[in-house]
């Protein structure tokens, strides 16, 4: 069983890695932590609490990064694709569970040191809460056993600028910190997660499902379908982008990989694109390819 920390913006894909994290036997679920990306970081708490609490699944949720490392304030929000509430709409209580009293920093630093070369870190939004981490105990670059990172577009256009993918032009320095830091890192991009399509059909599956979490499901989901509808007419489905990073911790045979160091742009019109260089040394894992289908049977199976 692999011990993980889900480092989170839960918007809708989150949540969806969320249960499907929590749903996989090879996976212990340590904790949540959130940051603002999708949504502020209040209400990415909130979100993950309340999946947590769908789930009936006991684990902390520690509360991260508001602003960026290094910019401030995030300018702008994905509420056009999470919706308002980051959810598609459905929020429609507060959770009863509460944010655990310590920050998503120092709890990837008391967690990484309470389970040295054993704990797997998932990052599906911004770097932020890694980075702070990792500038505050540098200490645990070593000790972390891997960090696989929803995040870039290597060789592939961005979604949120032709050149950027939202998770790393949300914090480019966070993003330049941890891809540098020398922990072991995989990296799963745009490169394979515009090819792990959610089919529009399984809607109507998970709808029809006695596991009162489907229709939960389909519904936060439809907000998302359709905006990716918006966006690529006919493209019949959304990407499943942060739970592939999941099925990636689960079973790295799902993907094909490339080793080579990624910069970051932190400036200009290519802010946040994530580049390959072949010349540098702190070398990451890039998934080049991925079995789509086989991952996807995977994850259906997990989720109801
Ligand atoms: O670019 C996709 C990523 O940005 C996903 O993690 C999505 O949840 C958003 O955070
Ligand atoms: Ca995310």
Redesign the pocket.
């Known amino acids: 069983m692999k011990s993980v920390i889900l480092d ?4 809708i ?2 949540a969806m ?1 969320i249960v499907y994290a929590a749903r996989s036997p090879e996976l212990e679920l340590v904790g949540l932590t959130t940051c603002f ?2 949504i502020p970081v209040q209400d990415a708490t909130r979100n993950s609490l309340l999946m947590l609490e769908k789930l009936g699944v006991q684990a902390p949720v520690a509360e991260g990064a508001a602003v960026t490392f290094r910019r401030g304030e995030k300018e702008d929000y994905a509420r056009h694709v999470h919706g308002q509430d980051g959810l598609g709409g459905i929020v429609d209580k507060e959770p009863a569970g509460h944010k655990a009293d310590v920050s998503a920093a120092d709890f990837i630093i008391e967690q990484v040191k309470k389970r040295p070369h054993e704990l797997t870190i998932i990052a ?2 911004p770097l932020t809460n890694i980075a702070l981490a990792l500038e505050k105990a540098p200490e645990i670059v070593p000790l972390i056993a891997e960090l696989v990172i ?1 995040g870039g577009a290597v060789y592939v256009r961005g979604n949120v600028s032709p050149y950027a993918e ?2 790393i032009k949300s914090d480019p320095e966070a993003a330049k910190y941890v891809l540098h830091s020398g922990v072991k890192t995989t990296l799963v991009g745009l490169d394979v997660t515009m090819k792990t399509l959610l089919p529009h059909a399984q809607l109507e599956h998970w709808r029809a499902s006695d596991n009162p979490l489907g229709p939960y499901l389909a519904q936060m989901t439809d907000f998302y379908m359709a905006c990716y509808e918006g966006f690529q007419p006919g493209i019949g489905g959304c990407p499943l ?2 739970p592939l990073a999941v099925g990636i911790a689960i079973d790295s045979s799902f993907a094909q990989y490339e080793d080579v160091q990624v910069d970051v742009v932190t400036e200009g019109e290519k802010d946040g694109q994530t580049v390959a260089n072949p010349e540098g040394t702190t070398k990451i894992r890039v998934c080049v390819g991925v079995e789509n289908e086989r991952f996807l049977d995977h994850f259906l199976n997990r989720m109801v």
């Open positions: 989170v913006d839960t918007g894909d989150d890695a990306g999708n599906v939004g929803m939202a998770n982008h942060d």
